[in-house]
């Protein structure tokens, strides 16, 4: 289908009672008020994707904050050091996670709610996920950790 539409590139989260999706964390516990949620971008469909895509399919991701830091966990096994790459300036971060000698490939580029120190963040690989450590330049609370990109209006025909 070559028509755009708006849809929830994420996941479905189910977690402590509440439900949403992974993309844009607008969570709620009640399941039809889930259900209704619109989705939170704009794009065509790939129904069917090649067998010789080496993109994670999907990779779940968390996050928290303390003070002074964001610490986001994403959830890809086995990742190499050697052949992912964390790269961030004060306001955005992109990342490339491989796995299994680059069979797996995940990219993501993030646009954070705040500002952080690049030089003070961290990076560590373990074998469950990567967890990245944001120094952030405010010690202040982020309500999300992405900016939320204002949605089109819908165009109305004349």
């Known amino acids: 289908n070559l028509t755009d539409c708006i849809h929830h590139p994420g996941g479905p989260v189910f977690h402590d009672g509440y439900r949403y999706w992974s993309c844009c964390q607008r969570r ?3 399941f039809n008020e889930f259900l209704k949620q619109e989705g939170c971008t704009s794009g065509r469909h790939v129904w069917k994707i090649p067998k010789d895509d080496k993109r994670f399919k999907y990779c ?4 928290h904050q303390t003070g002074g830091h964001v610490i986001i966990s994403m959830f890809a096994k086995n990742c190499d050091p050697q052949e992912s790459s964390v790269e961030a300036n004060q306001t ?3 990342m490339r996670l491989s796995s299994n000698g680059k069979e797996k490939e995940y990219d993501v580029l993030f646009d954070l709610y705040g500002a ?3 030089e003070k963040s961290e990076v560590e690989y373990m074998i469950p996920k990567v967890e990245i450590r944001l120094t952030k330049a405010d010690i202040c609370s982020w309500p999300t950790l992405e900016i939320q990109k204002p949605k089109e209006a819908p165009q109305q025909s004349s």
Request: glycine letters at 0%; proline letters at 8%.
């Open 116 to 118: 952080i120190l690049p």
């Open 28 to 30: 709620t516990s009640d």
């Open 60 to 63: 779940r991701r968390d996050w």
């Open 92 to 94: 955005k971060m992109s």
